[in-house]
Every structure is written in structure tokens, then in C-alpha cells.
């Protein structure tokens, strides 16, 4: 058994570049994974510093200097989030308050429906089976009600939680992306000197994360201004409200799109019932999806995602569940980076290089 350990170690370790991908690979995770809630403010703050130095980056390569050109994305960024915080949520908040006003209703109408299936399908429905399914629904929405209430005391906390970030974030974002080369020289003095592979790793993930985060965001604004015009046109009630949901539904791949198509479904239903008018509306839907699936995420990914979508889903299931949302919204991206690790890992490289000679 030690003979095995210590071939598998040789075959796979025995370069130091190697080791010390691995140890700071391993490293990172569990610097994130044990303190990843204290470190919140400051892992956000990378992460809105390293999408927003692109930007910074074209205005200096067109003549601004970096202090103007880090104060005017900085500022165009808490305005960008003013706007949104001040003018988008309160008609969110208004429309979900509607909704939980209204469904009541929609759950009565629903418990009719499913009152008259014994009627109309008696081959395949028997009035028990409905009544046990309306009692299990009722038990299930008890439930959620309960939950809701116990997360209330917390919702003051949570409250504070954010407006010490929205304190701390701009100041951090801001010395980040001034202070850049500075921070930078100061990291690499505890980096070891042979990382030649690990820069190899990185300068491979970089470009494919900032253009990944980068196109998200744009994907996000683009599916819900679409969803939302369609939604108004069309006349469906909380246009606003799941048109939002539709545009955050992008952040995950496949499961998110199926997600969201059960309450625009089940709104459009109790608002027309079983007419051509919710036909035509989930018809537009699917539209959307289709285009944005097919149309949208190639041309703004086509150099980015190169994953199959056992790996994808495998990636937003188990990130997911370690980091929570930053879990998922970054799951491709760290999928990207363990499929770097492994193109450029020793080993696996020079299979690559045989398998791809030998075609």
C-alpha cells in the first residue's frame, strides 16, 4: 500500500512547480471555506475591484490617469447602485407584497381546479387522491410560513450586515484598484519564486473569468429587458417581479431556467386560466429562453464556457452548496479553473500531447 502512495506521489508530485500549484490551490479553498463569512466584504470587494479594473483599464489607455480614472468608475458604480437600490426595489418590494396579499386567492382558485379533476378525468383522478393532495399542499405552505416567520428576527441583522458593506465595499474597491500595483508587489514577496506553472494556470483562467463575470452581467440586464417588455406588452401581472427573476435565473445554468418557468407558469394561469392568452405568453417565454440559450450565451461566452453540461451542473451543484450564491454565480468559472489545473497539469499535458499526436 506505502509502494502505491508513493508511486502515485512520484508520478504526480515529483515536480516542485506542481506542489506548489497544489498547496495553493488548497490553500485558497480553505482560507474561503473557514473564513469566508468574516472575509465577506473583502472577498466582494475583489471581486468588484477585479470586474470593474477593465474598465479602469480602457480609460487610461485612453489618456486618463489611474487615480481619475478609479474615481470615475467608482462613482459611476455607487450611482449605478443607488439608482437601482432606490428606484428598482421598492417597486420589486411593492409587487412581492401584492403577491402575498394575492395568494390566498390563488390558492383557492387552485384547490377548485384541482376539486373539479376527479370530475372531469375520473379514469385517472379519485376525489381521495385530490383531497390528500390539497391537505399535503396546505401542510407545505404552513410550513414555508413558519419558516418565514422564524427569519424574521434576523432580518434586522441582515439589515445592518448590509449597510456595513455598503459602507466598506466602495472604500475597499476604490484603494484596490488605485493601490493595484502596490498590492500586488506587496502578495508576490510571500509567493514561492518557482510558480512559473501557477502563472501558467492563472494567465489561461484570467481572461475567461473577468469576460465570464463581465458577460453575465450583461446577459442578466438583457434577459430581464426583454422579459420585462414582453411581460408589459403582454399584459401579465408582477411584469417587473419575474421579469427580475428571469434575468437572475441566467446566474444558473439549466436549473435556473427551469426554475423560474414555474411561476411565470402558474401567474399566467391564475391570471387567464386555460386560454390562448397564457399559451401565447409561455410561448414568448420559451422564446426568450430559446434565443438567449442559443443565441445570446454563445456570442458572449464562445471563448469562455468549453464545459459539457454534466460538468457545468456538477460545478453549480457542488460550489453551490460549499460557498452559497457566490457559489453558484462564480461555478463556471471555478469549473474553468479546475479544467485549467488539470490541461496544464504535468501528466495530463503530455497524455494531451501524445493523444494529440498520435491523430
Not at 445592518?160 to 466602495?170: D, S
Amino acid at each position: 500500500m506505502i509502494e502505491i502512495l508513493k508511486n502515485w506521489y512520484q508520478r504526480h508530485f515529483s515536480d516542485p512547480q506542481v506542489v506548489i500549484l497544489a498547496l495553493l490551490l488548497i490553500m485558497g479553498f480553505a482560507t474561503i471555506m473557514a473564513l469566508g463569512d468574516i472575509l465577506a466584504p473583502l472577498l466582494g470587494a475583489v471581486v468588484f475591484a477585479y470586474l470593474l479594473e477593465s474598465v479602469v483599464g480602457q480609460l487610461q489607455r485612453w489618456g486618463v490617469p489611474r487615480v481619475a480614472a478609479v474615481t470615475v468608475v467608482i462613482l459611476l458604480a455607487i450611482a449605478a447602485t443607488v439608482v437601482t437600490f432606490f428606484g428598482l426595489v421598492p417597486l420589486l418590494s411593492k409587487q412581492i407584497t401584492q403577491l402575498v396579499k394575492e395568494l390566498p386567492v390563488m390558492i383557492a382558485k387552485g384547490q377548485g381546479y384541482l376539486l373539479q379533476l376527479p370530475q372531469n378525468y375520473p379514469e385517472v383522478f379519485s376525489a381521495q387522491q385530490v383531497q390528500e393532495l390539497i391537505t399535503g399542499l396546505r401542510g407545505d405552505v404552513g410550513n414555508l410560513g413558519q419558516k418565514i416567520l422564524s427569519l424574521s428576527p434576523k432580518l434586522f441583522q441582515n439589515i445592518l450586515t448590509f449597510g456595513i458593506y455598503l459602507i466598506l465595499m466602495p472604500i475597499l474597491v476604490f484603494f484596490m484598484l488605485k493601490d493595484k500595483q502596490q498590492i500586488l508587489d506587496w502578495a508576490s514577496r510571500f509567493m514561492p519564486e518557482n510558480t512559473e506553472l501557477s502563472r501558467h494556470v492563472w494567465n489561461d483562467v484570467d481572461a475567461k473569468i473577468g469576460n465570464y463575470v463581465r458577460g453575465k452581467f450583461i446577459e442578466i440586464g438583457i434577459v430581464w429587458a426583454a422579459s420585462f417588455g414582453t411581460f408589459s406588452v403582454m399584459g401579465l401581472n408582477y411584469a417587473l417581479l419575474l421579469s427580475f427573476l428571469v434575468g437572475i435565473s441566467v446566474i444558473i445554468p439549466y436549473i435556473g431556467a427551469i426554475a423560474v418557468t414555474v411561476p411565470v407558469a402558474m401567474i399566467a394561469f391564475f391570471q387567464w386560466g386555460a386560454t390562448a392568452q397564457c399559451l401565447y405568453l409561455l410561448i414568448a417565454y420559451q422564446v426568450i429562453q430559446l434565443l438567449d440559450g442559443n443565441v445570446l450565451v454563445p456570442v458572449l461566452f464562445s471563448e469562455v464556457v468549453n464545459l459539457h453540461p454534466v460538468a457545468i451542473i456538477a460545478a453549480v451543484v457542488f460550489f453551490g452548496g460549499v460557498w452559497g450564491m457566490w457559489g453558484v454565480f462564480f461555478a463556471i468559472p471555478l469549473a474553468t479553473l479546475v479544467q485549467a489545473v488539470l490541461k496544464a497539469w504535468p501528466r495530463f499535458a503530455a497524455e494531451s500531447e501524445i493523444l494529440g499526436g498520435s491523430e
